[in-house]
């Protein structure tokens, strides 16, 4: 893909911030810089270049760890000075080992976004991959599609009725069991989070 550089405003020291974000779930990644080479590999390549402040060398993020990063969309914020890149990352992001390599909280906050649930679907896949013992979520999985989808069920049925009440907070409980049950379905189907993003999706269009 060609772009025209000339429309993109790289700072004096000719670059521009690149964020990547894991584009199933929302979840930003990571923060680094690219200049007009890095920009045009990674368009052209499909997987994301940076250029190193430090090293002063163009990288392919992923070249020694095999933690690359494929490029499915890429937004110029209203400056064009930035760029949001939405990835699909293989391994972990940041050199330390983690998923993101914003893990430093400064102000911590116990409510969930929709993010959590890419960490949720991470989670119940591990529990499938490598069992845990005492894991209820280990446990289902080794029981098979009966059970899981007997509590599924079960599970549904309690939302109806929390719904027929005037307790939030039950309501609350209650879609929260049939959300982690429902990810548990459909890990054991093979079906992702972003399988049925993408359809919600179609369905929108």
Same mark, same amino acid.
């Given at each position: 893909?060609q772009? $025209? @550089?000339?429309?993109?405003?790289?700072?004096?020291?000719?670059?521009?911030?690149?964020?990547?974000? *894991?584009?199933?779930?929302? &979840?930003v990644? @990571?923060?680094?810089?690219m200049?007009?080479e890095?920009?045009?590999?990674t368009?052209?390549?499909?997987?994301?270049?940076?250029?190193?402040?430090?090293r002063?060398?163009?990288?392919?993020?992923?070249e020694?760890?095999?933690?690359?990063?494929?490029?499915?969309?890429?937004t110029? $914020?209203c *400056?064009? $000075?930035?760029?949001?890149?939405?990835?699909?990352?293989?391994?972990?992001?940041?050199?330390?080992?983690? #998923?993101?390599?914003?893990?430093d909280?400064v102000?911590?906050?116990?409510?969930?976004?929709?993010?959590?649930?890419?960490?949720?679907?991470?989670?119940?896949?591990d529990?499938?991959?490598?069992?845990v013992?005492?894991?209820?979520?280990?446990?289902?999985f080794?029981?098979?599609?009966?059970?899981?989808?007997?509590?599924?069920?079960?599970?549904a049925?309690?939302?109806?009725i929390a719904?027929?009440? &005037? *307790?939030? $907070?039950?309501?609350? #409980?209650e879609?929260a069991?049939?959300?982690y049950?429902? @990810?548990?379905l459909?890990?054991?189907?093979?079906?992702?989070?972003?399988?049925?993003?993408?359809?919600?999706?179609?369905?929108?269009?």
């Amino acid at each position: 893909m060609q772009l $025209d @550089m000339s429309t993109i405003k790289f700072s004096s020291h000719g670059l521009i911030c690149a964020i990547a974000q *894991d584009h199933a779930t929302g &979840e930003v990644l @990571m923060q680094a810089y690219m200049n007009e080479e890095a920009l045009q590999k990674t368009l052209e390549t499909g997987y994301a270049h940076y250029y190193s402040r430090s090293r002063k060398c163009l990288w392919k993020k992923g070249e020694t760890s095999g933690h690359v990063q494929k490029v499915v969309s890429a937004t110029f $914020d209203c *400056d064009r $000075d930035c760029i949001l890149l939405g990835i699909e990352q293989t391994g972990a992001a940041c050199h330390t080992g983690a #998923r993101s390599c914003f893990h430093d909280p400064v102000i911590e906050t116990k409510k969930g976004g929709l993010t959590f649930l890419g960490e949720l679907e991470r989670v119940v896949d591990d529990r499938k991959a490598n069992p845990v013992e005492g894991s209820y979520t280990a446990y289902l999985f080794g029981r098979g599609i009966d059970k899981i989808a007997q509590k599924m069920g079960e599970e549904a049925v309690e939302v109806v009725i929390a719904s027929k009440n &005037e *307790d939030k $907070d039950e309501l609350v #409980r209650e879609i929260a069991d049939l959300t982690y049950h429902l @990810m548990v379905l459909m890990e054991s189907k093979g079906v992702t989070l972003e399988d049925v993003c993408t359809e919600l999706k179609r369905r929108h269009k």
